[in-house]
């Protein structure tokens, strides 16, 4: 019996719909569920310093790079 699991799974499952929900929504936005902003590719809360260098973010560090890597491949000049 492991209630807190439980509770972690529903928890996880409720927000997961209200994020896909938001997102469905907002497209270029900022996803915000609870007060929380989220990454609009992995999900992850963005951190607090994250929103303070860039309050208007959309994705994590992490995924941000990547698009940038993506895209800068496109400017070519490598
Ligand atoms: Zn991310």
């Known amino acids: 019996m492991d209630a807190v699991d439980e509770a972690q799974r529903y928890q ?13 929504r907002n497209q270029g936005e900022q996803l915000i569920v609870e007060g929380i902003v989220f990454c609009h590719t992995c999900h992850l809360p ?5 929103l303070q260098a860039m309050p208007t973010a ?10 940038e890597k993506q895209q800068g491949k496109r400017h070519g000049g490598g």
């Open 12 to 24: 996880d499952l409720a927000r997961e719909e209200a994020l896909q929900n938001a997102l469905s």
């Open 58 to 67: 959309t994705h994590c560090v992490d995924c941000q790079n990547i698009e």
């Open 46 to 50: 963005l951190s607090e310093a994250r």
